[in-house]
């Protein structure tokens, strides 16, 4: 069943434009920095970016820092308000069922085609922007890569930590495929289970963006998103990495556990 | 025949708050029906036909298909039920070939991908399509797309098909082909539950008819137990009141020109009404027709 899943999900146009849309960004903003000299001031604007003039091979990881805050995610909602409610819509969930697909099978097999295709998704992201940032923006300076502390990183060391990077990109999206399946068992929308995700997305940056939920902030799903930043410090500061894994495997396991709720005594009447 | 139950359920009822959308319902479909499930808009029989295929819980009752307690044995039950529930589902950006191998492919039992591409030409065939069309489904018109919903319940070929509506959308003479097609697979040994608002469709393909009611069935027997000689003969006369009073206790109805008259023979009551000066303008052994029965059996008189 799984299997079924990804081939529909490769064979849907769909998924190739949301590709390329995540794609599009940062090549837009790599051709602006390339021409415009133009880097934000350290400290400011997505991370990396200030670096990128100096040193084109941490592009993928400013790249990253571009598309995660927003493009991702609501690439994520899109295709996990889809997992259930789109087969509604479409009329083909009562034939699954009746094929029969088990209902926990079929929860299971959207949440692991969702997560696969956050994996393409980093992968190509990174890959392109990779490409992107040695050709406009040059390779590392002579004196090798220069970590956020102000310590020169080897070449095995980068690698190694933008692998962990690229990971803990991919989990940080499994809280939002998790509430966009729970929303996508609730609505015969699919547009209404994503939106519903967008919508909690929004509140929880609103919220981050206000002292008086201070109290609220660690449990907020997009608290610890651009934490993949603190594994370029010299020496890695773990502390927000491991807060952001655990907030997420939390709203994987509460939202999963949601949805097999909610879908596995449904009554499939439309 | 073989009289095993292919459907029973007992007692079934499905609540939603305080509707009763489905009371106390006892199918009874044996192996070898075709089995007409009829009723108006709203009367219950898409709930019910969800029931059968573990789609809709029931609220209480039981549901056995195949034998077997549904939903419990749905993974043993389902894949030797085929099923066309209220129009069908196909992803619109695949085309109607690659829908039904991804079909096949998604449950328990799927085949070999070499038989799997002959079954679907088969089965594309077999119910009228193109099997090299690589159109999109959304290039489809609505009776292709009710084809290729057959096409999926026929697939695995199934001892049991379970369909809703199956003629909607398809202009005469499609419907005189599915018609076949179902009447071949009747042939074969599949038994057919046949859900439908069209009582002449029924009328011309089912061997026993059930009859739902605002969620109660209010009528299930054989076809021909139901429209079987009623012993009655028509009389259309212009002196139909001098008819009645010389026919007197064998008329059982009388309505302006045409009476229903109890008699064994329609030619022997003919010459008699003649002898006696009486003009005959229609004559005839009277018999009932499912639209009378269903209606009969529908309002409580």
Redesign the interface.
Known sequence: ?I??EL??ML???RTWLILAMLVALPTLVAILLAVTDLAPRPGTGPPFLSAVLTDGTVFPLAALGVVLPLFLPIAVAVLGGDAIAGETQ?????????????RTHLLLAKLVTVVAFVVLAVLVVAAVSYVEGRLLLGGAPATGTVSLSGSTLTEDQIAGRTTMALAYVVVSMLGVAATALFFSTLTTSAIGAALGTIGLLVGSTVLLGLDAAQALHPYLPTRYWLAFVDLFRDPILWDDVVRGLLVQLAYLLVFTLAAWASFA?K???D | MNTDAVIRTRALTKRYGPLRAVDAVDLAVREGDVYGFLGANGSGKSTTVRMLLGLVLPTSGEVEVLGEPMPAARRSVLPRVGALVEGPGAYAHLSGRTNLALLDASGPGASRPRDRRRRVEEVLEQVGLDPADRRPTRAYSLGMRQRLGLAAALIRRPRLLVLDEPTNGLDPQGIQEIRQLLLGLRAEGTTIFLSSHLLAEIEQMCTRVGVLDRGRLVLQEDLDVLLRPTGLVAVRTPDAQRCASLLGGMVEQLEDERLLVRAADAATLTAYLVGQDIRVSEVGPYRRDLERVVLEAGSPA
């Open positions: 069943m299997g079924v081939v529909k064979r849907r146009p479409s009329g083909t969930l009562r034939y699954l069922l009746a094929r029969p697909v088990g005594t009554d499939i009447d």
